[in-house]
């Protein structure tokens, strides 16, 4: 209920933040081409890193329901859901693109993620 509440002050405020191309992410955790997932904003504490072309796999218990940021170096778009074995909502990591803050609808709902396409 909480976040529906939001959305109205959030579209009132001026809309939606959408995802820029990869420029800053945090180069000292995320490889040169690999697509990684974070448990805070602006890339703070990398739950997991992949290379391209992975299909889908479930995150750990700890790390279920915490990505905060993403960032997607490869050249293939990405995505993650919000249940285990890719149930629930999906949500596209295009590639070349980074995410410091995902909207607050989708915050903390990442448990499976693959990086060999879209939703």
């Known amino acids: 209920m909480k976040k529906l509440l939001l959305v109205g002050a959030v579209i009132a405020a ?10 800053a992410g945090n180069p000292g955790l995320c490889g040169g081409t690999w ?27 700890s790390a279920n329901d915490h990505m905060d940021s993403w960032e997607n170096k490869t050249n293939t778009n990405a995505a993650w859901c919000y249940d285990h074995d890719g149930g629930g909502n999906c949500r596209t990591m295009g590639k070349l693109a980074e995410d410091p803050n995902v909207n607050f609808l989708n915050s903390d709902e990442l448990s499976s993620w693959r990086t060999d396409r879209g939703c």
């Open 35 to 61: 697509v990684c997932i974070y448990d805070g904003n602006n890339w703070v504490g990398l739950l997991g890193s992949r290379d391209p072309g992975g299909g889908l796999v479930n995150v750990s218990a």
């Open 14 to 23: 001026g809309g939606l933040a959408f995802p820029a191309a990869a420029s």
